[in-house]
């Protein structure tokens, strides 16, 4: 089964960091483009960070722009977030989502989610 | 940037009934770049339409999407107990947003 699994969410204080995982199996990872995207809590969708399957290109949404790093290792089927100068406004559920399509894409495959929680 | 506009915001149905969804685009929206996700409680999204009338792999027909341009629809044509959820549409041919939902209540 087409999977993805996150991990690495917490509680951390403000100005803090944190990396988001995320685990692909049984798909060929390295040919797709991934997203990350993000629900704060009672709140909608929001799209942080894309990657092109070879690492490029990559774009950020400008509420996490020059704070948050995505990147792949495609020898290990697996996507990154890392957040750095966290703020309250960063809690949400962090999902990974696989890329299909023309444009930007849409999203066919999702993770169940992690959870990150700024916070003193 | 395209900004999404869903409504109504919630809509009151009953099983069986028929439900129209709709997403309104502040600019076009080019090729039908257009995408609807439905989405329950502690769940993850779910990809139901793609390119604005594509069901995706193992979705019911009694789901559909329609149009171009700035204003597209979610159809459900009879709901079930398990289509009451909230619904996003999402545009990918101009980076990429996401509308602010439409929850779909029992009435």
């Known amino acids: 089964e087409v999977q993805l699994v996150e991990s690495g969410g917490g509680l951390v204080q403000p100005g803090g960091s944190l990396r988001l995982s995320c685990a692909a199996s049984?798909?060929?990872?390295?040919?797709?483009?991934m997203d990350w995207v993000r629900q704060a809590p009672g709140k909608g969708l929001e799209w942080v960070s894309f990657?092109?399957?070879?690492?490029?290109?990559?774009y950020y949404a400008d509420s996490v722009k020059g704070r948050f790093t995505i990147s792949r290792d495609n020898a290990k089927s697996s996507l990154y977030l890392q957040m750095n100068s966290l703020r309250a406004e960063d809690t949400a559920v962090y999902y990974c989502a696989r890329v299909r399509g023309s444009g930007r894409g849409y999203m066919d495959v999702w993770g169940k989610g992690t959870t990150v929680t700024v916070s003193s | 940037e395209i900004v999404l506009t869903q409504s109504p915001g919630t809509l009151s149905l009953s099983p069986g009934e028929r439900a129209t969804l709709s997403c309104r685009a502040s600019?076009?929206?080019?090729?039908?770049?257009l995408a609807w996700y439905q989405q329950k409680p502690g769940q993850a999204p779910r990809l139901l339409i793609s390119g604005a009338s594509s069901r995706a792999t193992g979705i019911p027909d009694r789901f559909s999407g329609s149009g171009s341009g700035t204003d597209f629809a979610l159809t459900i044509s009879r709901l079930e107990p398990e289509d009451f959820a909230v619904y996003y549409c999402q545009q990918y041919g101009s980076s990429l947003t996401f509308g602010g939902g439409t929850k779909v209540e029992i009435k």
């Open positions: 049984e798909f060929t990872f390295s040919i797709f483009s």
């Open positions: 990657i092109g399957s070879s690492s490029g290109p990559i």
């Open positions: 600019q076009s929206v080019s090729s039908s770049f």
